[in-house]
Every structure is written in structure tokens, then in C-alpha cells.
T-cell receptor, first 120, second 118 residues
Framework: GAGVSQSPSNKVTEKGKDVELRCDPISGHTALYWYRQSLGQGLEFLIYFQGNSAPDKSGLPSDRFSAERTGGSVSTLTIQRTQQEDSAVYLC??????????????????FGEGSWLTVV | AQKITQTQPGMFVQEKEAVTLDCTYDTSDPSYGLFWYKQPSSGEMIFLIYQGSYDQQNATEGRYSLNFQKARKSANLVISASQLGDSAMYFCAMREGEVNTGGFKTIFGAGTRLFVKA
């Protein structure tokens, strides 16, 4: 697509329920990132994918969080047994590494509009 | 480990004046890239400017310039002739391993909220 697409844009869920957040990156982008942003705060790195593999999962807050990416395209972030502290905006981003190419044509990270998660 | 520090939680600037937003970083990788993003109240993340660690000159994009001091590991953003529409949150970010395809992890600083006064 033309940009990074995330769904749902808003999600209200009850504590203890599982949620799935979806990210459709820009076509051809090899890298995909998930960040979490609490209200008024900075971006907390969660995980990134290089193709279908996730070289770095160190940012996932707990084992309730997991993510996968299939076909080098769409990614799903799953939060099991949601807690109120999980409430935040979950931002997905993608980029394409082109050696020798400077942003914005290469290397720039493009963000989606985010999925606003509220756990009540 | 990567680390990005933005020490100014909030900044005020008078319209039409220049402002500098600070960013320092820490990495042991000689190859890295530095980014600045703007996040207005709408929440979208807007790419502003990029500096590669091997770039000889400071990056400039319109009213934005990056004051890159490699030895001090700082990458301050300078906005000239501030406009009311510049009021937003500004994030500095770093990605290691820019020269090869192995580096994609990108981390962000805590951000600086800029208020432009009329």
C-alpha cells in the first residue's frame, strides 16, 4: 500500500482478554518495527523484524507479548491476558534498507497511525 | 547497548526565532544513523532529517539542520525561523549498522515538547 496500515485504530478491551494488533507495512519494506507509546511519553521499542525473523525481541515487556510476521509482509502483535498497564498506542513502522541511499528514499522509517489500546 | 538522551522535556521559543533541541547518543558501533521525527498533537510521526555517521557534512532539510558533533556524540536539531505549526513533540532516534544490511533496530529518545509562542 501507499503507507503503513494498522488495525484496529482503536480497541477497548476488558482486562484479561487477548488482543491482536495488525500491521501492514509499505510494500517491499524488509524491516518492520513495533513500538509502544504511553500517553505523553516517548517511544518504547518492542521488537523488529528483518524479513520474517525477529533478531531482537528484547523490548517485549513480558511473555504475554508476542509478535509474528509472515511472508515478509503483514505482522501481528498479540497481547495475552491484557492488563491496564498495557493501555497505550502501539505504533508500527517499516523501512527498506538500500545501501548507499539516503533518506527519505532509503532507510527512512515510516510509521503507521497507531492502534490505540485501552484496557478497562 | 544503544542509548539516546534528550534532556529537555519542554522548550519554548518565540515565533520566527531559531531553537536548538538537544540529543546525545551512545554507541560502540562506528556505523550508525541518526534521525529526527516530529509528532504533532494528531499523533502521526513525521520524518524530518537524517545524518549518517560517516557523513562529512551536517544534514540540512529546509528550516531543519542537524548539528552533528561526532566526538561529543551529539546530534542536535536546529529549527530556524520557528513557526506556530512547529509546536509538537520532537524525537531523536538512532539506528546502528547503517553500512550493512544487518542493522535495523532503531531506538528513540524520550522526546522534547516544543511550544512556539506568537
Amino acid at each position: 500500500g501507499a503507507g503503513v496500515s494498522q488495525s484496529p485504530s482503536n480497541k477497548v478491551t476488558e482486562k484479561g482478554k487477548d488482543v491482536e494488533l495488525r500491521c501492514d507495512p509499505i510494500s517491499g519494506h524488509t524491516a518492520l518495527y513495533w513500538y509502544r507509546q504511553s500517553l505523553g511519553q516517548g517511544l518504547e521499542f518492542l521488537i523488529y523484524f528483518q524479513g520474517n525473523s525477529a533478531p531482537d525481541k528484547s523490548g517485549l515487556p513480558s511473555d504475554r507479548f508476542s509478535a509474528e510476521r509472515t511472508g515478509g509482509s503483514v505482522s501481528t502483535l498479540t497481547i495475552q491476558r491484557t492488563q491496564q498497564e498495557d493501555s497505550a498506542v502501539y505504533l508500527c513502522a517499516s523501512s527498506h534498507f538500500l545501501s548507499g541511499r539516503r533518506p527519505p528514499s532509503g532507510n527512512t522509517i515510516y510509521f503507521g497511525e497507531g492502534s490505540w489500546l485501552t484496557v478497562v | 547497548a544503544q542509548k539516546i538522551t534528550q534532556t529537555q522535556p519542554g522548550m519554548f521559543v518565540q515565533e520566527k526565532e531559531a531553537v536548538t533541541l538537544d540529543c546525545t547518543y551512545d554507541t560502540s558501533d562506528p556505523s550508525y544513523g541518526l534521525f529526527w521525527y516530529k509528532q504533532p498533537s494528531s499523533g502521526e510521526m513525521i520524518f524530518l532529517i537524517y545524518q549518517g555517521s560517516y557523513d562529512q557534512q551536517n544534514a540540512t532539510e529546509g528550516r531543519y539542520s542537524l548539528n552533528f558533533q561526532k566526538a561529543r556524540k551529539s546530534a542536535n536539531l536546529v529549527i530556524s525561523a520557528s513557526q506556530l505549526g512547529d509546536s509538537a513533540m520532537y524525537f531523536c532516534a538512532m539506528r546502528e549498522g547503517e553500512v550493512n544490511t544487518g542493522g535495523f533496530k532503531t531506538i528513540f529518545g524520550a522526546g522534547t515538547r516544543l511550544f512556539v509562542k506568537a
